[in-house]
């Protein structure tokens, strides 16, 4: 029996990705070959790249509007220093949101490139609100944001109007909701949470702003080189692209973005009501700035641990324990997490009000 994934990433895909990846594997388009052994470079393979990156544009709603999409290896991680090759000057200043462990990471990565600046941190109240208050240096290179902080279940509602260039790390939740993309300059996101296996990333990026920082870049770690050659620099994560393809296909099947939006939100509506109105659970972050991806959740006795767990795990649930760094649980519910899985996490944790 399948499991009800609540993985944080790598995480749930939609059942359709694995029945077509799988098909895809034994063979790829009647080609005769499976995707795993095709060339890169044979007339099949291109069109999967070509189509996967006018798809993600497609979805954000940023097709004719200057950017370009990239699907590259190396993770969301390698993103983190590439951003300041590419946008930071020598002696250039860049300005960062401290909202979690993974902006943590970049802002290290981002002080090898030039004076970084923390604009807020909520590092002090480990990192269970996102902050709001701060004002980003007129003179910075570009701002960082991370959309939504993975291990602490906090997520950006809004995002700060600024006339640097915007560059946010949505590796938790792209394609999970509508927001005016055209804000970013640059965005990033690891295949292996709202998207595909894990082996590329997604990355957005408005042109008009590359080229401008002087710096000399290492060709695998420049943007432009990438983008004149359709994301073909070098050998691209073959398989991960094309299984990140069928997953924006099914959004679109789906009815795009603003269509798996709502079903996200019934979803999260569901579990937060219920850890709200059960009394044997409080949320562990505050209320305004939930994470609709990730839900993280503690027992209000911590005598429960053992029999809440038992209980879930009978239930077929996977993946629930929390990050080491907050404890409790957390419960993944992306894109392709069904409302009748959430349900049945509802229904543990209503059964375990009734037990004890
Ligand atoms: N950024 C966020 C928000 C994440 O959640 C993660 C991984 O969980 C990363 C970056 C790092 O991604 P990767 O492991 O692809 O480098």
Same mark, same amino acid.
């Given at each position: 029996? $399948? *499991?009800?994934?609540?993985?944080? &990433?790598?995480?749930? %895909? !939609?059942?359709?990705?694995?029945?077509?990846?799988?098909?895809?594997?034994?063979?790829?388009?009647?080609?005769?070959?499976?995707?795993?052994?095709? #060339?890169?470079?044979?007339?099949?393979?291109?069109?999967?790249?070509?189509?996967?990156?006018?798809?993600?544009?497609?979805?954000?709603?940023?097709?004719?509007?200057?950017?370009?999409?990239?699907? %590259?290896?190396?993770?969301?991680?390698?993103?983190?220093?590439?951003?300041?090759?590419?946008?930071? *000057?020598?002696?250039?200043?860049?300005?960062?949101?401290?909202?979690?462990?993974?902006?943590?990471?970049?802002?290290?990565?981002?002080?090898?490139?030039? =004076?970084?600046?923390?604009?807020?941190?909520?590092?002090?109240?480990?990192?269970?609100?996102?902050?709001?208050?701060?004002?980003? !240096?007129?003179?910075?290179?570009?701002?960082?944001?991370?959309? /939504?902080?993975?291990?602490?279940?906090?997520?950006? $509602?809004?995002?700060?109007?600024? /006339?640097?260039?915007?560059?946010?790390?949505?590796?938790?939740?792209?394609?999970?909701?509508?927001?005016?993309?055209?804000?970013?300059?640059?965005?990033?996101?690891?295949?292996?949470?709202?998207? &595909? !296996?894990?082996?590329?990333? %997604?990355?957005?990026?408005?042109?008009?702003?590359?080229?401008?920082?002087?710096?000399?870049?290492? #060709?695998?770690?420049?943007?432009?080189?990438?983008?004149?050659?359709?994301?073909?620099?070098?050998?691209?994560?073959?398989?991960?692209?094309? +299984?990140? %393809?069928?997953?924006?296909?099914?959004?679109?099947? $789906?009815?795009?973005?603003?269509?798996?939006?709502?079903?996200?939100?019934?979803?999260?509506?569901?579990?937060? /009501?219920?850890?709200?109105?059960?009394?044997?659970?409080?949320?562990?972050?505050?209320?305004?700035?939930?994470?609709?991806?990730?839900?993280?959740?503690?027992?209000? /006795?911590? =005598?429960?641990?053992?029999?809440?767990?038992?209980?879930? *795990?009978? +239930? &077929?649930?996977?993946?629930?324990?929390?990050?080491?760094?907050?404890?409790?649980?957390?419960?993944?519910?992306?894109?392709?997490?069904?409302?009748?899985?959430?349900?049945?996490?509802?229904?543990?944790?209503?059964?375990?009000?009734?037990?004890?």
């Amino acid at each position: 029996m $399948k *499991k009800h994934n609540y993985s944080a &990433g790598p995480s749930i %895909l !939609p059942q359709e990705v694995f029945e077509k990846s799988a098909q895809a594997i034994l063979d790829f388009n009647n080609s005769g070959l499976s995707i795993l052994e095709i #060339s890169h470079r044979s007339k099949d393979f291109v069109a999967v790249m070509d189509e996967a990156r006018a798809l993600a544009l497609e979805l954000l709603g940023l097709e004719g509007k200057g950017y370009k999409a990239l699907f %590259l290896g190396g993770g969301a991680s390698l993103e983190f220093l590439m951003v300041p090759y590419n946008l930071m *000057k020598e002696n250039g200043k860049a300005a960062y949101l401290d909202s979690g462990t993974w902006a943590t990471a970049a802002i290290k990565e981002a002080k090898f490139f030039g =004076e970084t600046v923390i604009v807020a941190s909520s590092k002090e109240d480990n990192y269970t609100y996102v902050p709001k208050d701060y004002e980003i !240096p007129a003179d910075a290179d570009y701002f960082h944001c991370t959309s /939504n902080n993975t291990i602490f279940g906090t997520q950006m $509602k809004s995002f700060p109007k600024t /006339n640097v260039p915007l560059v946010c790390d949505m590796s938790s939740d792209i394609f999970s909701r509508v927001i005016d993309f055209s804000q970013f300059d640059i965005i990033y996101a690891g295949a292996q949470k709202n998207m &595909g !296996p894990a082996g590329t990333t %997604l990355v957005v990026v408005k042109e008009e702003i590359l080229g401008k920082n002087g710096r000399a870049i290492p #060709s695998m770690l420049d943007y432009a080189k990438h983008i004149k050659a359709d994301s073909m620099y070098n050998t691209p994560p073959v398989f991960p692209v094309y +299984a990140s %393809l069928l997953t924006m296909k099914w959004i679109k099947e $789906k009815g795009g973005v603003a269509a798996v939006e709502k079903l996200n939100n019934a979803k999260a509506e569901l579990l937060y /009501n219920e850890i709200d109105r059960n009394p044997l659970f409080k949320g562990a972050a505050v209320v305004e700035d939930r994470s609709n991806m990730n839900v993280t959740f503690l027992l209000t /006795n911590p =005598e429960h641990t053992e029999t809440f767990d038992k209980m879930w *795990k009978e +239930a &077929g649930i996977s993946g629930l324990p929390g990050h080491r760094s907050v404890g409790g649980y957390r419960a993944s519910i992306y894109n392709a997490m069904p409302i009748e899985s959430v349900q049945v996490l509802v229904d543990v944790m209503q059964a375990l009000e009734k037990n004890v």
